[in-house]
């Protein structure tokens, strides 16, 4: 059975949302280089999109509250709602005690792959990020300052005026844009393989209260031989801000979850 049938989940009118896009107006350009990381900011009702640049590559994207960082992006819950990877019509939800639509996908120019005969897709919400403590522990004492997870504390260290450990404590769980991904049949282990994205391709999505992104692009390039070195071709992703001229018919802010938080005392 389905650990949790969401059919009295709110679901966004993602017609309301797409009727809004071919009146957008451009406020930001960001550009991410590669094996590095930045921030920026997505104001409440505005799109943001995500774009292939110059070649084939895989971001990293973390979400806060831009107002309280404490709120952030929860991948599991996440998953438990929508599945392993997410499309157009999926929410991002935010953490307890909060846990709430933080954005909703609209567009995805590689909506199109769906599921392969290996079971990968696009998109996924089950990997945590490559960090440089796992690449210690794997590599017998290796050193690497250019993970996801480094890339992402330095970006937010750095927007936030914060050390490095006080940056990390807030770093999460990531939407892994444009990987390929999935679990081998045999033994359930977490693969991935050559991202399908292509210059021009890109992720959209809403925001439904002000939000801070903060994106890595990864050292493992397209994902197609490893992560955590400097040995596979890596290339910069382009983040693009939209406002548009009016929010969705019958759009409101999502309101804080509302369960009381006695805990049964």
């Not at 094996?35 to 640049?53: K, L």
């Not at 954005?103 to 089950?126: K, N, R």
């Not at 250019?146 to 927007?159: E, P």
């Not at 929010?247 to 009381?260: F, I, R």
Request: with cysteine.
């Amino acid at each position: 059975m389905i650990c949790y049938p969401v059919e009295t989940l709110p679901r966004p009118d993602l017609p309301a949302y797409r009727a809004l896009r071919d009146d957008l107006e451009l406020v930001t350009t960001l550009i991410v280089p590669p094996r590095d990381a930045r921030c920026w900011t997505i104001p409440a009702g505005h799109f943001c999109r995500i774009v292939s640049h110059e070649g084939p590559q895989v971001g990293d994207l973390n979400l806060f509250n831009t107002h309280n960082l404490d709120e952030r992006l929860f991948t599991g819950k996440t998953r438990a709602l929508n599945g392993t990877h997410v499309g157009p019509g999926d929410q991002l939800f935010s953490n307890f005690p909060y846990l709430r639509p933080m954005a909703t996908i609209t567009h995805d120019t590689l909506d199109w792959y769906g599921f392969d005969e290996f079971g990968g897709a696009v998109h996924d919400v089950i990997g945590t990020r490559c960090d440089p403590y796992t690449h210690n522990l794997l590599s017998d004492g290796g050193q690497y300052h250019h993970c996801c997870h480094s890339n992402l504390t330095r970006a937010l260290a750095q927007h936030c005026d914060m050390t490095p450990e006080q940056a990390e404590r807030h770093v999460h769980d990531v939407l892994n844009v444009f990987m390929c991904t999935g679990f081998t049949r045999d033994t359930g282990q977490y693969f991935m393989k050559a991202s399908p994205v292509r210059p021009g391709d890109y992720l959209e999505f809403f925001a439904e209260f002000e939000l801070l992104g903060c994106l890595s692009t990864c050292p493992g390039g397209d994902c197609s031989t490893g992560h955590s070195s400097d040995a596979a071709a890596c290339y910069p992703l382009v983040v693009e801000v939209m406002k548009p001229t009016r929010m969705p018919s019958g759009w409101t802010a999502p309101q804080v979850n509302g369960y009381d938080r006695c805990h049964g005392i």
